[in-house]
């Protein structure tokens, strides 16, 4: 699978910051490597000086800064302090774009706010002035192309790569990100101008790559990005606030579940201690979950695995890892027909995901309501439909009721092993299917040769649950009658009170030959009452297997087999047959 990895939100884009004095500037004072640290430290700076904020870096790290303030401020604000010693010496002047989103004070959002007047102790007037009402600023005035130039040569070289990306976004560059801005990057740049009204230079001033950097962003708008430190299961990311908020632990997961913005919107992070085993058990239990829908991508090596699981209503992609004995990673689920923001938002939680100290408890939602169709809080995908089956080749060919394969988008043997109709008797409802890949059945049908004995015990081999008890069962009973009630000749009637899951299974004679196979009990619109079935006759079942160049392997024993043995037999050769959607 395709990872896409655009992380430019979290990136400091310097190279957005017009050169212009009405800048919001921060004396940056300390780094912190977790959250909790940096929030004490905010906490004990705020206690002595004004105007402490704290902002996330990306990559784990957390910055506590001052301000915002003019350049002009900020300099003054960080020769005073620095002098009088309230701030460390190696802090320095940052810009807003260096930050991500504000953790301190809790509710602040002063990135995009004026700057302040700073208030230095030491260079506070004793005389208070009201100021005027400041005149409206004037529009800054764009960037002349060598001025735009001289400007650009200054941004890194992962800046210009970001920059190429956006362009690449914007459907303007279809070349290498590499960071070289030649004739492809020139030309995208000029077009890119051209659609948005500007002059056609191939060189992109500071304003143009900002409005440049607001197209991109704008997708993401309303979703509240910010780091989130789960500190239970040890994960640190980016996560869609706006459209997600915590829920519950149930191990190994971490649920967010959505709050109305993206219907359907869920992330789930992933936290447990183990080894390859548990990451491959991981990689296969997921792939039995709602959430991970049949049709997508699937990849695992050795350290990691990813899906991708897609349906008519959502998208989800589930990436984990394993690392120093630990197990995680994270799922995203989005509605399906807004991929550009899930790809974008995608991008984000991975270029974010941190790894913390520490992994979920194995115990935590354990006192939560347990139900055998959910692992940890997911529910388990479940066929539309179940019905028996059994073998009549010893590759795996299997005979089934039409009804079992109808309207699916993926057929099953035993769950495990995908199947396709190979052919059918719609008249009679009966349908053949062969395995993907080729089996090794321990047994297939043996038919009886001949009309049955009417009177004479039958069992029929089946699920009756559909597949909740992971093995066929016999319910027992009589052969009826030779003809249906309407005189058929094509079924024999039965007594036995058999379940819907039955349907499709064989039925037995005392000796384990196959005398039929059970129909469904609704024939031709009539419901019949409790202990009446039917079945479809050898002569019937014969003509298809024939049709689809299959010789019906006869039956040789006549003796009657014990209780065991008759169990025996039919276990070996009845399978389930499942049908999903």
């Not at 183990?274 to 695992?300: C, H, K, M, W």
């Not at 090794?440 to 015990?457: C, N, Q, V, W, Y």
Request: with cysteine; hydrophobic share 40%.
């Amino acid at each position: 699978m395709v990872r896409i990895i655009l992380s430019f939100i979290l990136i400091s884009f310097t190279f957005l910051r017009p050169a212009v004095a009405q800048d919001a500037a921060w004396v940056q004072i300390e780094a912190q490597p977790s959250l909790t640290a940096a929030e004490e430290r905010a906490r004990s700076y705020a206690a002595a000086l004004p105007d402490v904020n704290g902002f996330s870096l990306g990559g784990g790290w957390y910055a506590v800064a001052l301000g915002p303030y003019s350049p002009e401020d900020a300099e003054t604000v960080l020769r005073g302090y620095r002098n009088e010693g309230r701030i460390p010496r190696d802090s320095f002047i940052a810009f807003s774009a260096a930050f991500r989103q504000q953790f301190w004070p809790v509710g602040a959002n002063l990135l995009n706010v004026t700057p302040l007047a700073p208030a230095l102790p030491s260079e506070q007037s004793e005389v208070v002035e009201v100021a005027p009402e400041p005149e409206p600023e004037p529009e800054v005035a764009d960037e002349t192309p060598r001025q735009a130039r001289a400007s650009e040569a200054a941004l890194s070289r992962d800046e210009k790569k970001d920059l190429q990306s956006m362009l690449q976004w914007a459907g303007f560059y279809n070349a290498a990100i590499d960071g070289s801005f030649g004739r492809g990057t020139r030309g995208s740049m000029a077009a890119w101008q051209d659609a948005n009204g500007y002059e056609k230079t191939g060189i992109l001033t500071t304003l143009q790559r900002a409005e440049l950097y607001k197209q991109f962003t704008a997708v993401l708008e309303g979703l509240d990005l910010q780091v989130v430190e789960d500190s239970e299961a040890g994960i640190e990311m980016v996560l869609p606030i706006g459209a997600v908020k915590f829920d519950r632990y149930e191990s190994p997961f971490s649920h967010f579940e959505g709050t109305g913005f993206a219907k359907g919107a869920k992330v789930i992070l992933i936290s447990q201690a183990g080894d390859q085993n548990t990451l491959f058990g991981l990689y296969d239990i997921l792939q039995t979950l709602e959430i991970v829908p049949l049709d997508g991508a699937r990849s695992r090596n050795k350290n990691s695995f990813s899906l991708i699981g897609e349906n008519d209503e959502f998208i989800s992609q589930t990436e984990v890892s394993l690392k120093d004995g630990h197990v995680k990673g994270f799922t995203l689920i989005w509605p399906t027909g807004d991929e550009e923001r899930r790809t974008r938002l995608l991008g984000e939680m991975q270029a974010s995901f941190t790894r913390l100290d520490g992994v979920l408890d194995p115990t935590a939602g354990m006192d939560e309501l347990q139900s055998i169709d959910l692992v940890s809080g997911l529910k388990i995908r479940t066929p539309k439909l179940s019905r028996s089956g059994f073998y009549v080749t010893t590759k795996g060919t299997a005979l089934t009721t039409l009804e079992a394969v109808q309207s699916c988008s993926r057929i099953t043997i035993d769950g495990d092993y995908d199947a396709k109709v190979v052919a059918m008797d719609e008249a009679n409802g009966l349908a053949l299917l062969n395995p993907e890949e080729s089996l090794s059945p321990s047994g297939i049908a043996t038919f009886h040769d001949g009309s049955p004995r009417l009177k004479s015990e039958i069992a029929v081999a089946g699920y009756p649950f559909e597949g909740a008890l992971n093995a066929p069962t016999l319910t027992y009973g009589m052969l009826a009658d030779l003809r249906g009630l309407g005189g058929e000749t094509a079924i024999n009637r039965l007594e036995l009170n058999a379940m819907s899951g039955d349907i499709g299974g064989p039925v037995l004679n005392t000796a384990g030959a196959v005398i039929g196979m059970l129909a469904p009990k609704d024939m031709k619109g009539r419901t019949l009452p409790e202990g009446v079935g039917f079945s479809l006759t050898n002569e019937v079942i014969a003509k298809l297997l024939s049709g689809a160049g299959i010789s019906a392997t006869p039956a040789t024993a006549t003796a009657a087999l014990s209780a065991v043995d008759l169990v025996n037999v039919a276990a070996d050769m009845t399978v389930l047959i499942s049908c999903w959607e």
